[in-house]
């Protein structure tokens, strides 16, 4: 195997990358196999769907298939390779039924139709066994001796950041929210990698274009959670555990949520959300069920101790999963995109059996549920904090606000993520810290206080609500009558996954400039590459957080009178 589309990958070798029997995030050589065929094969459904997109006659089946297929290739989402096998021949199916279309197409419009070459007409292997060879020719980095590290770089970057656009577009068509733009986009950059591009320009400039496609995706999601469910609203989460039966929820998926509140409603269990699940609790339409009681455990990368503990089952919802330890391996179920070998995998949304593994399960004690009660707030999305505006450019004008912080992203087991802990507690009292995914789980206990009225800490949601975070900068440039870049915000990202790779490209699709990155820089991005985003977008990996904090603060340590021509 060779994968390096994550924060986990081995660098102890001359090139990063897991390249073994096992990578450090647990997957084998046999599932990469899989993986890196059906994104071959996605590649191909792709490869005629979007010719016949272009004749006007789109195949929308096809297009979620795609979001769905290739979402289940992200790290730590589906480890089964038995299904990897059975979506591999779903999408030979589709890719067959998108040819047909095309060719019907192509006829009425009197056109010859084009045999398309590359994945649009592979077949995958009789033979399992052969799956090996088959996958050594289309992993990421085939063609490095002829077109170099740099193209198969940024071919990389493109596959990463469309896995992370797949996986946000399909979180909204569960709710119902889809577009043919963003059908039509993810067809196209998945044809433009099968034609296998060597111009490191273009593809530096697509990968921009890729950034704007998730922006649109992002605003997608937003409309679909709080459609589906209203806006967010600022709410106390309880942290320590009530007495009784419990389930607890992991992933991001808040329609499976929904789901499983419905059918477990005047059942007697408890629900309790688990790393980015948490946010669910500030939708008016979810935190309604009363029970939906608290949040336990932190981020993803501690689930096997903390699910070890837990005493009920555990339904993993879209991805961040990790092997299951023995001690609760009987008790985890998945659902949607995650899979593991030999756990229950509950496709139709039917969660009869984690109730009944609940009603089993012992609970939480009275004695477990003594313990003081504590409480994290969450809800500050772009509605919340737009709402109180006024306050806070009132609180900016008068020297109250000096600076704003985004510290937010993934969260991972890799050393060096403490520096965002001693980042957002060493951030001074005369600002605001915003934070976004799993990595808030690193100070989100602490006590920020706030300025006048205003809490220090404002917990967006999950990493898709960068888009909340792009709607209060824009509002406050608006504001000020600036650009965003001339605001006092400093972004500060951890990244783990391809989902990151996504929201990074949208912030530079804005042109955003000086974000920190960390804590190291993907594997895929080559020092040429590197040096490029580097010269264009001001890109930063993180360092010393004392430094890097004075470094942020030094350039307009008074925001009042940075914007004083703007505030007369």
């Known amino acids: 195997m060779f994968c390096y589309q994550c924060e986990q990958t081995d660098r102890t070798g001359t090139v990063p990358g897991c390249a073994g029997a096992i990578g450090n995030c647990g997957k084998d050589a046999a599932t990469s196999d899989l993986q890196d065929l059906l994104i071959h094969a996605a590649k191909g459904v792709a490869q005629y769907a979007a010719e016949a997109r272009t004749l006007g006659a789109p195949d929308d089946e096809a297009a979620r298939f795609l979001l769905f297929a290739v979402f289940t290739t992200l790290t730590n989402v589906n480890f089964n390779p038995s299904r990897f096998g059975a979506l591999i021949q779903q999408a030979v199916a589709h890719r067959d039924r998108a040819r047909a279309a095309y060719e019907r197409a192509a006829r009425a419009a009197g056109e010859e139709p084009r045999a398309l070459a590359g994945p649009a007409a592979w077949q995958p292997a009789d033979?399992?066994?052969?799956?090996?060879r088959q996958a050594a020719e289309v992993r990421v980095d085939t063609g490095l001796a002829l077109v170099g590290p740099d193209v198969v770089g940024l071919r990389s970057l493109h596959l990463y950041a469309l896995k992370g656009v797949c996986a946000y577009a399909h979180h909204a068509h569960v709710l119902g929210k889809e577009s043919a733009e963003v059908f039509a986009g993810v067809e196209n950059a998945l044809a433009h990698l099968a034609g296998e591009p060597a111009d490191a320009a273009d593809l530096l400039e697509r990968a921009v274009g890729l950034g704007r496609l998730n922006?649109?995706?992002?605003?997608?999601?937003?409309?679909a959670n709080t459609g589906a469910y209203g806006a967010q609203q600022p709410t106390a989460v309880r942290t320590t555990p009530v007495e009784g039966k419990a389930i607890l929820v992991s992933g991001h998926d808040l329609n499976d949520l929904e789901q499983l509140l419905e059918q477990t409603t005047g059942q007697g269990v408890n629900v309790y959300t688990h790393g980015e699940m948490l946010p669910a609790h500030a939708y008016p339409l979810l935190k309604a069920y009363p029970h939906l009681v608290g949040n336990y455990g932190g981020a993803w990368q501690d689930q096997q101790r903390e699910f070890a503990a837990f005493p009920g089952p555990i339904l993993m919802t879209s991805n961040c999963i990790v092997e299951p330890h023995v001690s609760y391996r009987r008790r985890i179920f998945t659902t949607g995109p995650v899979g593991w070998p030999g756990v229950r995998h509950l496709a139709q949304r039917d969660f009869t059996p984690v109730l009944q593994a609940a009603r089993a399960l012992p609970g939480f004690t009275a004695e477990a549920a003594a313990e003081p009660e504590q409480l994290l707030t969450?809800?500050?999305?772009a509605d919340a904090v737009l709402a109180v505006a006024d306050r806070v450019t009132a609180a900016v004008r008068s020297g109250a606000i000096r600076h704003f912080f985004l510290v937010g992203g993934c969260d991972g087991p890799t050393p060096g993520r403490d520096y965002y802990t001693d980042f957002a507690v060493g951030a001074p009292a005369d600002s605001v810290v915003l934070t976004l995914g799993c990595a808030k789980y690193r100070f989100n206990g602490h006590r920020f206080g706030d300025i006048d009225g205003i809490p220090r800490l404002l917990d967006l949601g999950q990493c898709n609500d960068t888009h909340s975070a792009i709607r209060i900068a824009a509002a406050l440039a608006e504001a000020f009558e600036c650009e965003v870049n001339d605001?006092?915000?400093?972004?500060?990202?951890?990244?783990?996954?391809?989902?990151?790779?996504a929201v990074l490209l949208a912030l530079l699709a804005l042109g955003l400039r000086g974000i920190h990155l960390g804590p190291s820089l993907p594997g895929f991005?080559?020092?040429?590459?590197?040096d490029a985003l580097v010269q264009r977008f001001d890109l930063r990996v993180i360092g010393d957080p004392a430094?890097?904090?004075a470094a942020a603060l030094e350039p307009a340590a008074d925001l009042a009178a940075a914007l004083e021509p703007a505030a007369k």
């Open 547 to 549: 430094a890097d904090l």
């Open 127 to 132: 033979d399992p066994d052969e799956f090996a």
């Open 487 to 501: 605001l006092p915000l400093t972004l500060v990202l951890s990244w783990t996954e391809q989902k990151a790779v």
């Open 525 to 530: 991005l080559t020092p040429n590459l590197v």
């Open 378 to 381: 969450v809800g500050f999305g």
């Open 215 to 223: 922006l649109t995706v992002m605003e997608l999601l937003d409309a």
